[in-house]
């Protein structure tokens, strides 16, 4: 059974500050990852998605890794911004293409 | 593109009533949706697939009879929750996935409350 966990479960930054997002998963046998961001009473927006055979996704000033075999994907954020709080969820796709099993989620404030 | 719209995004109803929310892919065809669950400060819970012109398959511990999952065409999937009671009152979300290509998208999410 895939387990997946995201650490730190809260984040206080100030404005300006790169900041990493933790994501790591038990079962390696994943067929992409994938980085959701969900706000306050809002559904899940996707921001980055990671095939199995890719070792990163880049957009805007987000960067995101996947290293398979240690069973562990990390979200970057440079600069960050007030407007990047948010909570921010992975996904691990995985036995089967539509299982998917999502962490718990970070919870980043951004302080201005 | 792939775009998933879901309606309606809140409703309050009394007990006993039964509410329908929709979830549509805009923009491309989903032979399969996903209904979760999310309750506050939790992750989602996955409540059920749901697959075109098939019964939906529903997750360990979900009524079937009280979560009636329709899905009628390549765009449309409706959750139904029958005889709505306090308890059900969560935030509802649904997905779509095109193929494993694309990754899921996810509806903006209907809070429903039974008061």
């Known amino acids: 059974k895939q387990e997946v966990t995201q650490i730190p479960a809260a984040l206080s930054v100030p404005e300006g500050e790169n900041l990493v997002l933790n994501c790591s998963f038990t079962d390696s046998a994943i067929y992409n990852l994938q980085w959701f961001r969900q706000d306050p009473g809002k559904g899940l927006t996707s921001l980055l998605l990671i095939q199995s055979s890719q070792r990163e996704q880049t957009s805007g000033r987000l960067n995101a890794s996947l290293d398979k075999s240690s069973g562990r994907s990390t979200l970057y954020i440079a600069a960050s911004q007030p407007g990047d709080s948010a909570t921010y969820l992975c996904a691990a796709h995985s036995g089967g293409y539509q299982k998917v099993t999502f962490g718990t989620g970070t919870k980043l404030q951004v302080i201005p | 593109g792939a775009v998933v719209s879901q309606h309606p995004s809140w409703v309050i109803c009394k007990s006993g009533t039964s509410v329908k929310i929709e979830c549509r892919s805009l923009d491309f065809q989903a032979t399969t949706m996903f209904w979760y669950r999310q309750f506050p400060k939790q992750s989602l819970m996955l409540m059920a697939t749901?697959?075109?012109?098939?019964?939906?398959?529903?997750e360990q511990g979900v009524e079937k009879d009280k979560f009636l999952i329709n899905h009628a065409s390549l765009t449309l999937s409706t959750l139904t929750v029958t005889s709505a009671h306090p308890e059900d009152s969560s935030f509802y979300i649904c997905s779509a996935t095109r193929d494993r290509n694309y990754g899921y998208t996810f509806g903006s999410g209907t809070r429903l409350t039974v008061v």
């Open positions: 749901s697959n075109e012109g098939s019964k939906a398959t529903y």
